[in-house]
């Protein structure tokens, strides 16, 4: 963030704003997508996403974290301790395992089946 803050303005000063950093812009565009469509293709592209999160150096623990914080923003309270409880089990598994995009991409398609569910139900309501 230092080195953002630096590209933005400097010297610094009191008033300036803090960007920020690249990859959490990342995530959330990812976040977005996942909540607009929730179908194999869109999956294809979140895993695509995610990896390209990893190779850059962005620990899988911090993309864990600030994903599932983007996702449940824009989650029904009725469904966030499901999705929470989906996140405690795979990551989890991510920590206890040696493939990390295995185990984001499996609780990317969790959620989808959760959230999928959830929207038609609200819709059903009708």
Known sequence: MCEACK???YPFNENQNIPEPDWKIFIQKTAARILQNQNIETLAKVRENLYELITNGIPSDIIFKTLLEELLKNCDMDIKAVIVEQAAIHEHRMIQGNKAIFHLESFV??????????????????
């Open 7 to 9: 590209v933005e303005q």
């Open 109 to 126: 398609a969790k959620f989808m089946c959760i959230y999928q569910n959830m929207m038609q139900e609200l819709v059903g309501d009708f």
